[in-house]
């Protein structure tokens, strides 16, 4: 039974994933002419980009690296990436669609449309068939994983388990918590803890506070996970990734909090017609919407000081890692763009170098010189390994 229910998760998560990737690639054309159109401009246009590429984007995650990745080799401009990464909590619209649309839409109807896929060769209609497939595929998988989490609470029967989940005091709800945070360092996915919630919702094996706080512990990790992965860049990106990512947790943990006093406030409100499950799914589908809410307030809070900071020293040469570009944690026009510019960048460098040729000894200092050729060789280094 165990291993048919994580069978059924694991085909949950991968279609998810999926999903948010083939989303992201319909709009990849236009997510290239924002890039190439500068997103380095006046506020009133700046902010209407950054918002279209944080919600094309349809993963909070890859945004925030994306941003602060274009930040980090000198290709994007720092209020630009500040708000990309403030603005990127809306690209969680993606999974709340998901989430009102399961149990209510037939997912092999879905897959089975994907059939007209044979009858065309257009990359965008390919794209858009892939897309339904994994959402079909999602609510298919959801619906098994409901339906066996069913099984599964009822061999559990009434043992410690069982109660621990259904619990709504303080300690439990606690250590769901912990637990959403710690596993969430473990199961790399995003969003994971939602496909688990909405499944253990649809057999009620978990209160909705329980759903909270397993979801409000991944969220905290996802910041601490931005802080944790931006630790090895230059001075400044760390300090960006240090105060975005702790601000978005303490963010997710005062959306936690209220979520529950709401629930407390709200206690057994009516249904206003709808049945159990679809008012249940729908509550739930507030608190995600509530604890997204507060870190996403807390980001453009933080990021609004940030972006006037001035930065006077110069910052040492240390890249992001491009593992970042190859485990897909970046978003894909942006690497685009990002590589043309990081080359027009090195020739620049290049430029200048060979121009100290020219000079007397001594016009410029060593150190300045020494730092131009470190920046060059990491910049071709890190251009060539993006091209691999």
């Given at each position: 039974m165990i291993y048919v229910w994580l069978g059924s998760f694991v085909l949950t998560l991968f279609s998810l994933k999926e999903s948010q990737k083939y989303l992201a690639r319909l709009s990849e054309t236009f997510?290239?002419?924002?890039?190439?159109?500068?997103?380095?401009?006046?506020?009133?246009?700046?902010?209407?980009?950054?918002?279209?590429?944080?919600?094309?984007?349809?993963?909070?995650?890859?945004?925030?690296?994306?941003?602060?990745?274009?930040?980090?080799?000198?290709?994007?401009?720092?209020?630009?990436?500040?708000?990309?990464?403030?603005?990127?909590?809306?690209?969680?619209?993606?999974?709340?669609?998901?989430?009102?649309?399961?149990?209510?839409?037939?997912?092999?109807?879905?897959?089975?449309?994907?059939?007209?896929?044979?009858?065309?060769?257009?990359?965008?209609?390919?794209?858009?068939?892939?897309l339904l497939f994994f959402t079909g595929l999602f609510f298919y998988g959801a619906e098994l994983l409901a339906r066996y989490s069913a099984n599964l609470q009822m061999s559990l029967g009434d043992s410690s388990l069982a109660f621990f989940l259904v619990e709504n005091h303080l300690l439990p709800l606690l250590g769901m918590l912990l637990l959403g945070f710690v596993l969430s360092f473990v199961i790399t996915i995003e969003f994971w803890t939602v496909c688990l919630a909405l499944a253990l919702l649809a057999a009620s094996a978990i209160s909705l506070n329980g759903a909270a706080s397993f979801f409000a512990g991944e969220m905290i990790a996802s910041g601490i996970l931005l802080f944790w992965r931006g630790r090895k860049l230059n001075q400044e990106c760390q300090n960006i990734a240090m105060q975005m990512g702790l601000s978005s947790a303490v963010g997710a943990l005062l959306g936690w909090v209220l979520a529950l006093i709401l629930q407390e406030v709200a206690g057994e409100a009516g249904s206003f017609g709808m049945d159990g499950l679809s008012f249940r799914l729908l509550r739930w589908t507030a608190l995600v919407v509530l604890i997204l809410f507060t870190p996403f307030f807390a980001k453009m809070l933080v990021g609004h000081?940030?972006?006037?900071?001035?930065?006077?020293?110069?910052?040492?040469?240390?890249?992001?890692?491009?593992?970042?570009?190859?485990?897909?944690?970046?978003?894909?026009?942006?690497?685009?763009?990002?590589?043309?510019?990081?080359?027009?960048?090195?020739?620049?460098?290049?430029?200048?170098?060979?121009?100290?040729?020219?000079?007397?000894?001594?016009?410029?200092?060593?150190?300045?010189?020494?730092?131009?050729?470190?920046?060059?060789?990491?910049?071709?280094?890190?251009?060539?390994?993006?091209?691999?």
């Amino acid at each position: 039974m165990i291993y048919v229910w994580l069978g059924s998760f694991v085909l949950t998560l991968f279609s998810l994933k999926e999903s948010q990737k083939y989303l992201a690639r319909l709009s990849e054309t236009f997510q290239q002419k924002i890039y190439e159109s500068s997103l380095d401009a006046k506020f009133d246009k700046m902010l209407p980009r950054a918002l279209s590429l944080s919600v094309l984007g349809s993963s909070p995650r890859k945004t925030e690296l994306t941003a602060l990745s274009l930040y980090n080799i000198c290709v994007l401009g720092k209020r630009s990436s500040v708000l990309m990464m403030g603005l990127a909590s809306l690209g969680a619209w993606w999974i709340l669609v998901l989430s009102l649309g399961f149990m209510s839409i037939n997912g092999l109807m879905l897959v089975g449309i994907c059939i007209l896929a044979i009858f065309t060769k257009n990359k965008k209609w390919q794209n858009l068939f892939q897309l339904l497939f994994f959402t079909g595929l999602f609510f298919y998988g959801a619906e098994l994983l409901a339906r066996y989490s069913a099984n599964l609470q009822m061999s559990l029967g009434d043992s410690s388990l069982a109660f621990f989940l259904v619990e709504n005091h303080l300690l439990p709800l606690l250590g769901m918590l912990l637990l959403g945070f710690v596993l969430s360092f473990v199961i790399t996915i995003e969003f994971w803890t939602v496909c688990l919630a909405l499944a253990l919702l649809a057999a009620s094996a978990i209160s909705l506070n329980g759903a909270a706080s397993f979801f409000a512990g991944e969220m905290i990790a996802s910041g601490i996970l931005l802080f944790w992965r931006g630790r090895k860049l230059n001075q400044e990106c760390q300090n960006i990734a240090m105060q975005m990512g702790l601000s978005s947790a303490v963010g997710a943990l005062l959306g936690w909090v209220l979520a529950l006093i709401l629930q407390e406030v709200a206690g057994e409100a009516g249904s206003f017609g709808m049945d159990g499950l679809s008012f249940r799914l729908l509550r739930w589908t507030a608190l995600v919407v509530l604890i997204l809410f507060t870190p996403f307030f807390a980001k453009m809070l933080v990021g609004h000081f940030l972006a006037r900071r001035v930065v006077d020293e110069v910052q040492a040469a240390r890249y992001f890692p491009p593992h970042w570009s190859h485990q897909e944690l970046l978003c894909g026009p942006a690497v685009v763009w990002g590589r043309q510019r990081l080359s027009q960048r090195i020739q620049e460098i290049r430029y200048h170098l060979q121009g100290l040729v020219s000079l007397k000894e001594g016009q410029i200092p060593e150190a300045v010189q020494i730092r131009l050729r470190r920046e060059e060789k990491e910049l071709a280094q890190l251009y060539t390994d993006l091209n691999a």
